[in-house]
């Protein structure tokens, strides 16, 4: 099986001020460091960018797609990408995650083969929602729901295939908790208690 994954590198960051891609994580930024954790995992990498470019200095292994519709938010980035990879869906994820684990990943792409979208439903807001796997046949919904500006998880979810996956699963599957692999680096407290996590506790998956 061929794997494909999606970084989401854009959006406008206006909470925190500058691009997460580029904030420092470790010793390299903190789009190196996803991407260092999760290709090892992968057979294509792309990256969604706001415009060409944008990380082409990094010099990473992995083909970057510009946003087709500016300040279309997260849905916008996964339609723009899903009209340019090459394999028939792709793993997405925020660049904002850096704690999630790859395996994770690989167990949603392993079960997505039927679905249009296989992701899991989180009831705390503070925690990541777009991260799944997203078919091409997603291609459709996707670009209505821009169309009549209808962004939002409910909407998307209800007009595709979904398969929802218990996060439960993931206590079996991994040895960092859920609350922990799908906090979003949000603004300035929350990367810095990211930074100071990974120094504390090393969270190496």
Do not use: W
């Not at 999606?6 to 997460?20: E, F, N, P, Y």
């Not at 990473?60 to 340019?84: C, F, H, K, V």
């Not at 799908?182 to 996590?197: E, G, L, P, T, W």
């Amino acid at each position: 099986m061929t794997r494909t994954l999606v970084i989401l590198c854009g959006g406008d960051s206006s909470r925190m001020g500058t691009k997460k891609a580029l904030l420092p994580f470790e010793d390299k930024t903190m789009v190196e460091y996803i991407y260092d954790k999760f290709s090892p995992y992968f057979d294509k990498v792309y990256l969604s960018v706001n415009e060409r470019g944008d990380l082409a200095h990094l010099g990473l292994d992995a083909q970057e797609i510009p946003d087709i519709s500016r300040n279309a938010g997260p849905y916008g980035a996964i339609l723009s990408s899903l009209t340019m990879i090459s394999g028939d869906r792709a793993f997405f994820m925020s660049v904002d995650t850096p704690f999630m684990d790859p395996r994770i990943a690989v167990y949603l792409y392993d079960q997505s083969y039927n679905y249009d979208i296989t992701t899991y439903k989180f009831s705390n807001d503070n925690l990541d929602t777009i991260c799944g796997v997203y078919n091409k046949r997603c291609i459709g919904p996707l670009f209505k729901s821009h169309f009549f500006k209808k962004f939002s998880p409910e909407y998307i979810l209800e007009k595709c295939y979904t398969q929802v996956i218990d996060p439960a699963i993931i206590n079996d599957l991994s040895t960092v908790s859920v609350d922990q692999q799908f906090y979003k680096v949000n603004d300035r407290n929350s990367y810095y208690y990211a930074v100071f996590s990974i120094l504390k506790h090393n969270f190496v998956c």
